[in-house]
């Protein structure tokens, strides 16, 4: 995916085949492919806020939100329900879920909502462990947690490992470190 941005004209463009997407987004500050076939602007607002939206490969808005903000809209859904500040968030392409990372009172765990935007779960960090970011692997979320502890290090002392979201039963599971 070939992503132009025209910041002048607040416009996004790209390829799908032989078709050309245009967006208009009044706070983009760049964009790029994210996923396996979504693209990610990240914006900025006058009052030096930030955030994110998020649209699939035919310029239809996925979800957008704004950092430490408290509501995100996923499609024409608004999810106001969220009990802290989000830090991060993104779409399972694959399950069609929304996945949140949000933090209340120094405690970080993660929401899930289905395709309606319904609340399913709510995942907090495991033991030993605090939830850092998203990742968003080839379309495919992980969530990267920091070990709290000399016991969570691998034998180099790297601490930074990315866990896996169960779909199914809702836990993570580690599988690797953080390259």
Same mark, same amino acid.
């Given at each position: 995916?070939?992503?132009?941005?025209?910041?002048?004209?607040?416009?996004?463009?790209?390829?799908?085949?032989?078709?050309?997407?245009?967006?208009?987004?009044?706070?983009?500050?760049?964009?790029?492919?994210?996923?396996?076939?979504?693209?990610?602007?990240?914006?900025?607002?006058?009052?030096?806020?930030?955030?994110?939206?998020?649209?699939?490969?035919?310029?239809?808005?996925?979800?957008?939100?704004?950092? @430490?903000?408290?509501?995100?809209?996923? %499609?024409?859904?608004? =999810?106001? +329900?969220?009990? /802290?500040?989000? #830090?991060?968030?993104?779409?399972?392409?694959?399950?069609?879920?929304?996945?949140? @990372?949000?933090?209340?009172?120094?405690? %970080?765990?993660?929401? =899930?909502? +289905?395709?309606? /935007?319904?609340? #399913?779960?709510?995942?907090?960090?495991?033991?030993?462990?605090?939830?850092?970011? @998203?990742?968003?692997?080839?379309?495919?979320?992980?969530?990267?947690?920091?070990?709290?502890?000399?016991?969570?290090?691998?034998?180099?002392?790297?601490?930074?490992?990315?866990?896996?979201?169960?779909?199914?039963?809702?836990?993570?599971?580690?599988?690797?470190?953080?390259?």
């Amino acid at each position: 995916m070939d992503v132009r941005v025209n910041k002048n004209e607040k416009k996004i463009e790209w390829n799908v085949g032989s078709r050309t997407i245009t967006i208009h987004n009044a706070h983009v500050l760049y964009a790029f492919k994210h996923g396996k076939n979504l693209l990610m602007v990240k914006e900025k607002y006058e009052s030096s806020e930030s955030g994110f939206s998020i649209y699939d490969k035919c310029g239809n808005l996925v979800v957008s939100y704004k950092y @430490l903000g408290d509501s995100l809209t996923f %499609r024409e859904v608004n =999810i106001a +329900d969220i009990k /802290g500040a989000i #830090i991060s968030a993104d779409y399972e392409e694959e399950k069609r879920m929304v996945i949140i @990372l949000k933090e209340l009172e120094e405690t %970080r765990s993660l929401l =899930i909502y +289905d395709e309606q /935007g319904d609340f #399913i779960a709510e995942i907090v960090s495991p033991q030993g462990y605090t939830f850092v970011s @998203l990742k968003n692997s080839d379309g495919n979320i992980m969530v990267v947690a920091q070990g709290t502890s000399d016991m969570t290090r691998d034998s180099f002392g790297r601490n930074d490992w990315n866990f896996v979201i169960d779909f199914e039963n809702f836990y993570v599971q580690k599988k690797s470190i953080t390259q």
